[in-house]
């Protein structure tokens, strides 16, 4: 259990780094480039969606690799072993949806609950994010939608 609780605290912190630099970089690119405003949401909206998917492989990659070993617990049901199953078990973890076709066993439940809560954090950030950037040209719309800014 020890061994599972380093491999989860490193895993989420390698997440959480990731995301905090993802969002970081975005935000400051998105405040130096000359952009209408929607392209910039759209900008930060894929940046966050590379954000996430990179953040999904991590966790993927490692259900893979303790799969293979299988001290820690292993993933059953659906399942072959491969990485593109761990991928996609990881895909509907992190995001909450848990179809439930894989079922992690053992240690591995406890590394799967730990990204649900990761993913939900980090997509919610993700969201307050682009809420913000977005709110800052609310204000300055039409009622046709446009905004003032010619950019």
Same mark, same amino acid.
């Given at each position: 259990m020890l061994a599972m609780l380093l491999i989860n605290s490193v895993l989420v912190t390698v997440a959480v780094t990731i995301? $905090?630099?993802?969002?970081?970089r975005t935000y400051r690119l998105l405040r130096r480039i000359t952009l209408? $405003?929607? $392209?910039? =949401?759209l900008l930060g909206v894929f940046a966050a969606l590379?954000?996430?998917l990179v953040e999904i492989w991590?966790?993927?990659i490692s259900y893979y690799l303790i799969n293979l070993n299988g001290a820690l617990g292993t993933l059953q049901g659906n399942f072959i072993g491969s990485l593109w199953d761990c =991928? $996609?078990?990881?895909f509907t973890t992190y995001s909450t949806v848990g179809y439930g076709d894989i079922e992690p066993i053992g240690h591995l439940r406890f590394m799967a609950g730990m990204e649900?809560?990761?993913g939900l954090v980090l997509i919610t950030w993700s969201a307050s994010m682009l809420f913000l950037e977005m709110q800052r040209y609310w204000g300055d719309m039409?009622?046709?939608?446009?905004?003032?800014?010619s950019l």
């Open positions: 995301h $905090y630099e993802f969002l970081f209408r $405003y929607r $392209y910039r =949401v590379i954000a996430h991590l966790f993927g =991928v $996609y078990f990881s649900s809560l990761t039409d009622d046709r939608g446009t905004s003032g800014d």
